[in-house]
């Protein structure tokens, strides 16, 4: 069913949405289009192409769909209604007919720049209908005061030229490809591939180079890869110019993170002081909605604070019940923060049976267009999906994303256990100077001879501004890693159910604050992100603000996500790695029989890294399958398994059965040879009859009661590599039952290997 309606001259047709596949309701706002950049008209075989986008497009706006068509431009947009639902459709026109704009995201201060627009009516309920007005009134500098999340496609007709702008993080996406013709744009990058003209290639090398993909600890900075060849991403910060008349084009940084402010007087007290009063605003312009909010709370401190701050007592709270959040104490600590706030929270189960089938992971990693979709990945998409069916009206969540990023929350983990401020500097600039010296390697052979320093570190790369300031590199990187892991898959995960991700740690003025500390006062200020903490005195209860960070899925749990996501890659015959190596390209990069070893041994001892690393290369093999063969839109996707609630009251007392119905243990094939790794050793001292260490690689790791330990050290003794378990059991008399925690944790660390099928011990 169309509609045709006639506003300032442009003539757009409205969709009314077909029935979505399955039950759920799904999108958020999406944005796509096609522009001609040669000065030519677009003819009317775009429109068929722009209705391909929007459909492309739909999990992101059920709300409303409208195509436009006029001269050279064609734009398409999906609409889901926060603000003024019944009153706010795109495309958004100057009264003047000149300036056409169709924007996704928020604009938090739009009645303050609208009252500063004298003589201006606006005409729609829409927030992004105020930029029609500061561009006509500020061109390109139009975007200074504007606050908010945002990408926006803005078509000055006067000047025929086509604007495409991010807000100042990229929390809000936009991709274009262009040729010599003409140019298409969308909010996803599988939206693009809907054009029959748009190159369908991943980029491998860059991918394979990338180093959140290979988890390199480097300051990385610059453009974040796309992971598709010929198609790009518009900077964060950044308005792309683009002239419909010869194709020319420019880019206009309006934002950039600012330097240090060494001049700063503040004190420690009044930065905390204005830390939380920003922090206060930003959490009441990301709770601005007409429908309803939800939050995704953990038990750390910054979902926490966004609770506290968070206006209103209708907020429903999600917790993620995992194997790792129960067994760390995530959970727990989410629970406990929601009582103690008074707020309703819903601990969403992912047990140990809840594994995604090869399909269901296919169209997760399609949803996301990324490889490094893994285990945060997947339980994000279980909150949202949860969320959406069982609270339909709530279409914004609050995220405490992007606090550890930009205010310390990883320093103590740079700084080395039992590190300080000092260690953490340190670190960054040995880390600083050995990614200076790749660049420069003739120089390293004055490490080589006294391993003191005899150079500068400005010597080994004299033209970067990090040489004397690696805190402020290192902070740069952090705001690059934002873009290309964080704010993406937490807009993908929310889109794929049509809700909206709200950040409100990425509001410009916070990140300006702490960008700014003088370096003399930052292990005062951004160390285990204390300014956050002495920021909530008063606010947070003591145990939430002073509990120390944890971790999503790590931590003491951790074997058991990572067993999670081997048997994921294992299941059905491996079907989801065989498929990723069914390609020329991946062939081509990839060393199948290596990639296939490496399974077989994390299958008998899972690790963590290893695991998420080939995890990821699996996901690009999948990527390259897909894009030659393209899926059909997330909207027409399979249906998955509902997740549902496990209901907790009283968390202590209730804690042996949350672990039976989230925890399962795999069984430990009792006829299985096993034995101590191969870099393992098992030691004792005679002047320490009662202690025994495990040495790994040369260094002490374990430490072994004798007395209060006697089962496991007994055990571990007779596993030489030529018994079975079943027979080192009946040697030593121990009943597995009083080793079984120990040794799952053993194999899940690799300290403890089975023998492969060839009689060659696994390798750790």
Known sequence: MTHRRVVAGLTWRKFVPSVLHGSEVKGVCGIAGIARIDGNDLSQEADSLLAAFAHTLAHRGPDDRRILREGPVGMAFNRLSLVDPDNGA???????????????????????????LPGVRLSTGSDCEVLLYLYQRDGLRFLDQVNGMFAFVLWDKERQVLLLGRDRFGIKPLYFHRNRARVVFASEIKALFSDAATPRRLDWNRALGEYDMNATPVFAHGRVTTWFEDIELVPPGVIVELSLKDGTSAEHRYWQLPQPDATSDLSDDEYATVFRDLLAASVADCATADTDLGLFLSGGIDSAAVAALAPGSTLQTFTALTPGTVLNGDARGGHRTAEL?????HQVLIGSDR????????????????????????YKSELHRFARRHF???????????????????????????GDWDDFESNLRDLYRRQALERNPKLGHWWEHNGVPLLNDAAIDPSTPYADDPYTGYFTWQYRTLEQYNVWHEDRTAAGVGTEARVPFLDHRLVELVARIPARRRAALVWDKRILREAMKGVLPEEVRTRPKGYFFYGEGARHTNRFFTRLLAQNGAELLEQALSTENARRHLDADGMRTALGELSRSPNTNNVELLLRLVNLGLLDVMTAQLPAPPVEAAPRPQPVELRVTDWDQEARDIVAQ????????RQTVYALADNALLVTAPTLPDTWFVVVDGGFEYEI??????????????????LTLAEALTKTGVEFTDVAELFHEALAVGLVTARSDDGEPAKR
């Open 662 to 669: 989230v925890v399962t243990e795999p069984e430990i094939p």
């Open 90 to 116: 795109q495309p958004l026109v100057s009264a003047d007919g000149k300036v056409v704009l169709i924007a996704n995201g928020e604009v938090y201060n739009h009645r303050e720049l609208a009252a500063g």
């Open 341 to 345: 706030l008074g707020l309703p929270n």
């Open 392 to 418: 339909p009206d709530i279409k914004g969540m609050l995220l405490g994303a992007a606090a550890d990023e930009i205010n310390g929350g990883y320093t103590p983990q740079f700084a080395g256990e039992g």
């Open 355 to 378: 594994l995604p089938g090869p399909q269901e992971w296919r169209d997760l990693v399609w949803l996301a267009e990324t490889p490094l979709v893994g285990p945060e990945i997947f």
């Open 705 to 722: 009661s004798a007395t209060d330990d006697a089962a496991w050290l007994a055990l571990l003794r007779t596993l030489d590599g030529t």
